[in-house]
T-cell receptor
Framework: GQNIDQPTEMTATEGAIVQINCTYQTSGFNGLFWYQQHAGEAPTFLSYNVLDGLEEKGRFSSFLSRSKGYSYLLLKELQMKDSASYLCAVMDSNYQLIWGAGTKLIIKP | IAGITQAPTSQILAAGRRMTLRCTQDMRHNAMYWYRQDLGLGLRLIHYSNTAGTTGKGEVPDGYSVSRANTDDFPLTLASAVPSQTSVYFC???????????FGPGTRLTVL
């Protein structure tokens, strides 16, 4: 079967760095996505990795290792507005997205 | 319109009633999707459409139907609602570039 695993909840301090991990087992791989979802709102796109390595975009970076079925999202200089759920999703061989349940990130002052 | 709109924003529905959730996008995206999001679960694909005139079944299609008469609109119909269809429903679309999906604001549906 297809499976995406990520921690249910994480807590971090304002100004710090946090890493959210995602492991996956899917039928085929056509890229891995990270989305941010604030409570009561729609998911919004953060990053896309299709090749191994690190993609940096401002305070956010995303890493992919296809051989290990592993990705992480790194958030630096945390701000209170970063409190949200972070969703990991993998595009399978049918070009459909398989979603993890999301990681709720709580930022404390 | 800018992006994707969904209607209604929320709805309380009696079991057994028919309901259509509306989704419209103005980005001329070819592919559109319907997901449901339930607490503790990831987004689950209900139905999708790769282009106007075609539709396909996702992971959880039972009890739902869709149509894609044109590029902009992708309505989702519950023929006879059941309480297990209580959920938040998101419509999404993609142009295919980078495969990024853009989401509508969602419809919160409660079936009693």
């Amino acid at each position: 079967g297809q499976n995406i695993d990520q921690p249910t909840e994480m807590t971090a301090t304002e100004g710090a760095i946090v890493q959210i991990n995602c492991t996956y087992q899917t039928s085929g791989f056509n890229g891995l996505f990270w989305y941010q979802q604030h409570a009561g709102e729609a998911p919004t796109f953060l990053s896309y990795n299709v090749l191994d390595g690190l993609e940096e975009k401002g305070r956010f970076s995303s890493f992919l290792s296809r051989s290990k079925g592993y990705s992480y999202l790194l958030l630096k200089e945390l701000q209170m507005k970063d409190s949200a759920s972070y969703l990991c999703a993998v595009m399978d061989s049918n070009y459909q997205l398989i979603w993890g349940a999301g990681t709720k990130l709580i930022i404390k002052p | 319109i800018a992006g994707i709109t969904q209607a209604p924003t929320s709805q309380i529905l009696a079991a057994g009633r028919r309901m259509t959730l509306r989704c419209t996008q103005d980005m001329r995206h070819n592919a559109m999707y319907w997901y449901r999001q339930d607490l503790g679960l990831g987004l689950r694909l209900i139905h999708y459409s790769n282009t106007a005139g075609t539709t396909g079944k996702g992971e959880v299609p039972d009890g739902y139907s869709v149509s894609r008469a044109n590029t902009d609109d992708f309505p989702l119909t519950l023929a006879s609602a059941v309480p297990s269809q209580t959920s938040v429903y998101f419509c999404a679309s993609t142009s295919g570039e980078n495969n990024e999906q853009f989401f509508g604001p969602g419809t919160r549906l409660t079936v009693l």
